[in-house]
């Protein structure tokens, strides 16, 4: 369920914690439950205070989700919540409200969620308001601005 300004994920206090640890359950967690604290943890770090956003890519399962929830203070995972996909394709800028750093996950599910983080960016003028991450790159890429000052590409692998 989208919830503007609690997160995204429709759940809070004790549900946000719990949902929180079941999500950084990744292969980065050597089974453990346990987020494993990466290199890439300084870069996003850094990053934050100096660019807008940064857009986390990689494969499948090595650890963009787990990685980025580090760094965020509220989410929407849109491969998991129709209702949030169905508002960014009405207003994209739906998605987006929220604490700072936002994470929009699987992004490219909503291409124009892109263009719209874009443009809060440039509106709001802050350092560190969105993560986004995923594992493919949208079809209608051309349509897309490069983001070229505002966001910082971070790449990860397996």
Known sequence: ????GNGGSGVSGAGAQESRER?????GSGGTGRYVPRVVDEEVAADLVA???IAIEGPKA???TATARQHAASEVLLDLDQEAVVAAQIDPRLVPEGPT???IDEWQVVPTLWNAARRMVDDRGQPGQFLLTGSARPADAARRHSGAGRFSIVRLRR
Do not use: F, V
């Open 1 to 4: 369920m989208l919830m503007i």
């Open 62 to 64: 090595c650890g963009k």
């Open 101 to 103: 750093p936002r994470l």
């Open 23 to 27: 999500g950084l359950r990744s292969l």
């Open 51 to 53: 660019m807008g956003a």
